[in-house]
C-alpha cells in the first residue's frame, strides 16, 4: 500500500504483491528487503546478488554485500524469492511469482524462459513413479537454442564456405 521510496519502481504490482506475500507469511518489510525486491523486479530477475548490490548502491548506498546475502537469504526462506542456476552453476534470483524453467544455450548463451508446466510434468513423474521431490526448475536446461542447431546441422565440416 504505502510507496516503496525507492523511486522508479513501477512495474505491474508485482513489488506490492510480494510486499504483501512477505505479511502473509509472518515476516517484516524493511528497507533492505524492498530495496532488494525491487532491484530483482527492475533487472527482470536475472541477477546475482552481487549484481543486486550493484543496483541498490546508487539509492541505498547503506545496504552492504552482506546485507544482501542475508536479506536474499531470509527472503527465500519466506518463500518469496528463489535462486535458480543459470548454465553451469551461476546463481540468480527471481520471485516467486516470475519463476520459470530456463533453456540455455550452450553455444550461443541465450536463455529461453519456458513455461513451468513443462517441468512440473517430469516433476509429477518422478514423485510417482519414484518418490522423489524436486523443483526440476531449480537447474537450468542445457542445449542448442533453434539457430545454433540450425548452423551445427547445415553448416557441415566438409563443404567449405
Ligand atoms: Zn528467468
Ligand atoms: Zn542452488
Ligand atoms: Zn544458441
Known amino acids: 500500500m504505502s510507496a516503496a521510496g525507492t523511486g522508479q519502481v513501477a512495474a505491474n504490482g508485482i513489488l506490492e504483491r510480494t510486499v504483501e506475500a512477505i505479511r502473509t507469511h509472518g515476516g517484516r518489510v524493511t528497507p533492505s528487503r524492498l530495496a532488494v525486491i525491487a532491484a530483482i523486479v527492475d533487472s527482470e530477475g536475472h541477477v546475482s546478488a552481487e549484481e543486486i548490490f550493484e543496483r541498490i548502491q546508487a539509492s541505498s548506498p547503506d545496504i552492504h554485500l552482506s546485507t544482501v546475502y542475508r536479506t536474499l537469504e531470509a527472503l527465500e526462506k519466506l518463500g518469496v524469492v528463489e535462486h535458480v542456476h543459470l548454465g553451469h552453476g551461476r546463481a540468480i ?6 519463476l520459470h524453467q530456463h533453456l540455455v544455450c550452450e553455444s550461443c548463451g541465450t536463455i529461453i524462459e519456458a513455461p513451468h508446466d513443462l517441468t512440473e510434468r ?36 566438409t563443404s567449405p564456405d
Open 93 to 98: 534470483y527471481h520471485l516467486e511469482e516470475n
Open 122 to 157: 517430469l516433476e509429477m513423474e518422478l514423485e510417482a513413479r519414484l518418490g522423489f521431490f524436486t523443483r526440476a526448475h531449480h537447474f537450468s536446461i542445457i542445449g542448442l537454442c533453434r539457430e545454433c542447431h540450425r548452423r551445427e546441422q547445415g553448416g557441415g565440416s
